[in-house]
């Protein structure tokens, strides 16, 4: 008797609990067409800079709403490092988003599954881009995903450094000597310790599109980055740090996000996305340039935003018209004043000089822009994350002891890459 | 049995010498000086996370850092609340959160004291096939366990987040095992003799002398779940939806990470955590366990 | 006349035993349904179709292609990463586990102590458990910057040997160890609540006895919670194996320096989700079950019997 009186008293916690939690939670709208009758919702998956970018974000997208009545646009988030486990287990699930932003490393994968939609057969306004804009999106020549935003990084400099050390401005077509002479004058040091650096870190990838070098051809098929261009200029690369001392060693920096707003670095790269937070906190004068040439000339890697469709969708032309609204329609004028990104439109050219704290050369990036003197560097093939996983760490290595040995390694890792996935 | 005269500790202690009160006295210094130093360390971190909530954003990145800041700033705390939805993402986290506890404490604690007390057969099968089901790094099985949801309609609710629970969790029903097995047989015989059944034992023995122990899983459960990020990663898509763990990933941006309001909304998100194991530590004070006489 | 009555009895008593076993076995199904129903739709399906997986190519999206034992071959043969990994966390597994036993036991025992604000300290012991581990990993970094962390202050202050720590091939694995012991709260947790229910009259007899400091902890605080030292042994070793979180992040995502830092699971992730290898990484995920799976039951074989239950059936 006792014994079913407990056991009845704990089967009805268990089913309270259970009918609580059912009611409570009903909260799952159906994926697809909701609530007033004929609207269309579309998803799109994305990752965001910060809090404020995701409502900024929002309202280019209620302006859409507002063009388009009858569908609705909803943004599912994923963080930037997590993106692809969020997207993979959406697409497995059978729950796919509609648009989905694109990490350019997991790109040529997403294309070799059939996981986002052929666009080659839709319209495509090409000549409202700026040159080289619509190749960043194709894979194989077939169009897959349209660009947002495309920009590149440009060198940023502290006015009040070079004034102090007596060196003048960069000049536009500045050059790689030209980069070394004054990052050794405004590298100072007090007591045996570097206090000021004359280069805060500059990106293996910007030096080899610099050089005309690179990690894997564009066409995907070689590695070079055993050519000659690229050894010079990882070579290059490490004696910054090793031979001129102008670029403190992973040691030195480990730790410090940012060391030119801290005062500590000359120069540093930056991108227009840090135009804002470098005005809201620097406490001196400071200027953007573009970076200094190699072999290649003043060019800069490709910095962008492909967006795709989803193959899986089931409003593709709906989605379509999100994606044109965004790539070049009135998303694009948008942007710049909302979001501060930089549009991809020629028309727009001279909006980034107007951006809200855009710096005093701003004009150089829309130069750059114009005059297509971007380098799109990582190739869409499959493996090409993996590959650079595998050669990073003996360019961390070279860094790390000096650039003596550097032909070998390179040339010892891009043969053990070849072999693997084979490539020339 | 004979009844010997039983010298009571406290007639024991009464004729303690003075020297062995000062070891005493010098063994509880030791004590308090191994607490506070090993405090000291322990604390430093979250003192960290303090300063750093409150200090303005370049301050936050100076060189070398300070742990204090020299300008107090609470626009971060306001921050949170103005960049992100915070005040929803914690009922979010309050309704999954004791829904977990609930059915955690609930179904482990039945199955523990079915492995711990009750031999069937087929018993060690199941009890390694139970281990077992941690050794599987959960990465590969993420995909099938998510198409599994999605099949029944129920992404983008609470319920993958909370109905699992509610079939105990291998941990945890490991955990309680073990000291479900430490409960001598007598007592259960005893009840036995009273005419109570298998779940009256468990009812009415084995429960009231675990109360430690249940309250362990129920703090750790309830610590995991809070800090949970990657269950409401992928199978929440609406924001109104985000758990506090996932809701401050956004400060984490691609290219910078917000220190300040991510700091400001760690703070606010251990809290609870701190407040519920201060009150709950002390129900590990068990009374004198009655061990039913030694005879 | 009285043999016959005792095989009757006997015969009756063997009946009996069956019959009650019967109904323990029901019982005892009974009790874990709950986790039975559980595994069966939640856990089982989805374990089998990731060592389904392991045979084929899948990439995590599109077809998956079945390729046999290759997914295995290849790690055995042509994936230096493989070996780099499992010795990572090998080494990890080895020296972490038991020293984060110890100092867990001991921190649990000198909060087991009669001493006033114990539930401060307690509460102050297990906080940095609950530090999220993006903030307490940039700590980290920070405090083990080689040019102005503070571990390096203080021993060069010391006039001890410095160390680049985290950027150290060498002492990276020894670093993440001492990361991992800070966190030492969550098994503290478990030992405080086993040191609590040991029955204080056991202590009282053996002071009665005349027993020392010393003989009450080994003979019977030792024995009376080793089914919670037997616990967190097994559940260290299955999460150690497991380990890759904080390395992830400290090392900024690539298990530097030169892959010392490359623990398995880490490595796992990185096939899985970054480099599109899901079936390569279920390969993986099963090599290591079993490794796992072998290093438990050796401890059970070894240890089992030691740990002291009053309930032993």
């Excluded at chain 1, 490092?81 to 699930?93: E, I, Q, R, V, Y």
């Excluded at chain 1, 006015?159 to 960069?170: C, R």
């Excluded at chain 3, 230096?80 to 020296?95: A, R």
């Amino acid at each position: 008797m006792r014994k079913k009186k407990g056991l009845g008293g704990l089967l009805f916690t268990i089913v309270l609990a259970l009918s609580l939690i059912l009611t409570g939670c009903s909260g799952s709208d159906s994926e697809s067409a909701s609530g007033e009758s004929g609207d269309v919702t579309l998803r799109i998956l994305v990752w965001n800079n910060n809090p404020e970018g995701t409502k900024l974000e929002g309202d280019i997208f209620k302006e859409f709403e507002k063009e388009n009545p009858g569908i609705k646009v909803k943004q599912v988030y994923a963080p930037y490092d997590k993106f692809n486990d969020k997207f993979l287990t959406m697409s497995a699930g059978g729950d796919q988003p509609d648009l989905v932003w694109l990490q350019p490393s997991a790109f040529g994968q997403f294309v070799s599954k059939g996981v986002l939609m052929d666009l080659s057969d839709k319209e495509i306004k090409e000549d409202e881009y700026m040159p080289n804009v619509l190749s960043l999106g194709q894979v194989d020549g077939k169009q897959y995903a349209l660009i947002r935003d495309a920009s590149a990084f440009m060198l940023g400099y502290n006015k009040d450094m070079f004034d102090a050390a007596g060196v003048e401005y960069p000049k536009d077509d500045w050059t790689w000597a030209d980069f070394l002479a004054a990052a050794q004058k405004l590298t100072v040091e007090k007591n045996g310790k570097t206090v000021q650096f004359g280069m805060e870190n500059f990106y293996t990838n910007e030096l080899l599109v610099e050089n005309g070098g690179g990690f894997v051809s564009q066409d995907g098929k070689e590695v070079i980055i055993d050519s000659p261009e690229s050894i010079e200029a990882i070579k290059f690369g490490a004696d910054l740090i090793n031979k001129y001392h102008v670029q403190p060693t992973t040691a030195q920096s480990q730790g410090l996000s940012n060391m030119f707003l801290a005062g500590q670095a000359a120069m540093k790269m930056m991108g227009p996305w840090d135009w804002s937070d470098t005005a809201k906190n620097a406490t001196f004068k400071w200027d953007v340039v573009p970076l200094p040439a190699g072999k290649a000339g003043n060019v800069a890697a490709a910095s962008y935003l492909p967006i795709g469709i989803g193959s899986g969708t089931k409003h593709p032309e709906e989605a379509y018209k999100l994606l044109q609204f965004l790539s070049t329609g009135k998303g694009q004028d948008l942007q710049v004043d909302t979001i501060s990104a930089v549009p991809v439109v020629k028309r727009n050219e001279d909006k980034i000089e107007t951006m809200a704290n855009a710096p005093e050369n701003a004009k150089a990036l829309s130069t750059i822009l114009a005059e297509g003197r971007t380098v799109m560097n990582a190739p869409y093939i499959p493996e090409y994350a993996e590959i650079v996983s595998k050669i990073q760490p003996v360019i961390d290595n070279i860094n790390l002891n000096g650039s003596k040995d550097a032909e070998k390694q390179l040339k010892e890792v891009a043969d053990q890459i070849r072999k693997e996935f084979g490539l020339k | 049995m004979e009844v010997t005269p039983v010298k009571t500790a406290a007639s024991v202690k009464a004729k303690k010498p003075r020297s062995l009160k000062k070891g005493r006295r010098l063994e509880k210094g030791f004590t308090y000086f191994l607490l506070i130093a090993l405090s000291i360390l322990f604390l430093f971190p979250f003192l960290w996370l303090i300063g750093t909530s409150v200090k303005p954003e370049n301050e936050a990145m100076a060189f070398p850092p300070t742990l204090l800041p020299k300008n107090w700033d609470l626009a971060n705390y306001k921050e949170v609340f103005t960049l992100v939805d915070f005040g929803q993402y914690y009922l979010n986290s309050v309704i999954v959160t004791v829904c977990v506890v609930i059915g955690t404490v609930v179904s482990s604690t039945l199955v523990a004291y079915g492995f711990a007390r009750i031999k069937g057969k087929g018993r060690n099968f199941w009890f390694v096939l139970l281990l077992g089901t941690m050794m599987l790094p959960p990465q590969v099985t993420m995909i099938p366990v998510y198409m599994i949801f999605s099949k029944l309609g129920w992404v983008n609710t609470f319920l993958p987040l909370i109905v699992p629970s509610f079939f105990g969790s291998a941990y945890f029903i490991f955990l309680l095992r073990q000291f479900f097995k430490t409960i001598p047989k007598e007592l259960e015989e005893s009840a036995y003799l009273d005419g109570c059944g298998a779940f009256g034992i468990f009812w009415r023995i084995i429960i009231p002398l675990s109360v430690p122990s249940i309250i362990t899983v129920a703090l750790l459960s309830f610590m995991w779940t809070w800090n949970d990020f990657l269950n409401p990663l992928i199978y929440l898509n609406d924001d109104s939806k985000y758990t506090l763990a996932l809701g401050i990933l956004q400060f984490k941006g691609a290219l910078l990470i917000q220190w300040g309001p991510m700091m400001a909304a760690s703070v606010f998100i251990i809290l609870p955590l701190i407040i519920i194991f201060f009150v709950g530590q002390k129900y590990f004070v068990q009374g004198i366990a009655t061990t039913g006489g030694k005879g | 006349m009285k043999e016959a009555g005792y095989i009757a009895v006997n015969d009756f008593i063997k009946w009996k035993v069956t019959q009650m076993n019967k109904s323990r076995t029901l019982l005892f199904y009974l009790f874990i349904l709950p986790w039975l129903i559980g595994f069966v739709v939640f856990t089982a399906g989805p374990m089998v179709y990731s060592l389904y997986m392991s045979f084929t190519d899948y990439s995590g999206l599109g077809a998956a292609n079945w390729v046999g034992l290759e997914n295995y071959k290849k790690l055995f043969t042509e994936d230096p990463l493989f070996w780099q990994s499992l010795w990572n966390t090998f080494f990890y597994t080895i020296v972490g586990v038991p020293l984060g036993l110890v100092v867990g036991y001991m921190l649990a025992v000198l909060l087991n102590t009669k001493v006033r604000f114990m539930g401060l300290f307690r509460t102050i012991f297990y906080l940095p458990s609950l530090v999220p581990t993006v903030a307490s990993s940039l700590l980290w970094i920070l405090i083990f910057q080689p040019d102005f962390g503070i571990a390096n202050s203080i021993l060069s202050f010391f006039h001890l040997p410095t160390s680049n720590w985290l950027l150290s091939e060498g002492m990276v694995k020894p670093t993440l160890i001492i990361m991992s012991l800070w966190g030492a709260g969550g098994g503290m947790v478990i030992y405080l609540a086993g040191l609590q229910s040991v029955p204080a009259s056991l202590y009282e007899a053996a002071e009665l006895d005349g027993a020392g400091k010393f003989h009450k902890f080994w003979n019977i605080t030792i024995p009376m919670t080793s089914n919670v030292i037997f616990f967190n042994l097994i559940m260290g070793l299955i999460g150690s194996f497991q380990i890759f979180t904080q390395a992830y992040v400290v090392s900024s995502g690539n298990g530097g320096p030169n892959y010392k830092s490359l623990f398995y699971v880490f490595y796992l992730y990185q096939d899985a989700f970054k480099f599109f290898k899901m079936g390569y990484a279920s390969a993986l995920a099963w090599i290591l079950f079993i490794i796992i799976l072998v290093f438990t039951l050796i401890q059970f074989k070894v240890f089992g019997k030691k740990v002291y239950y009053e309930y032993d059936e």
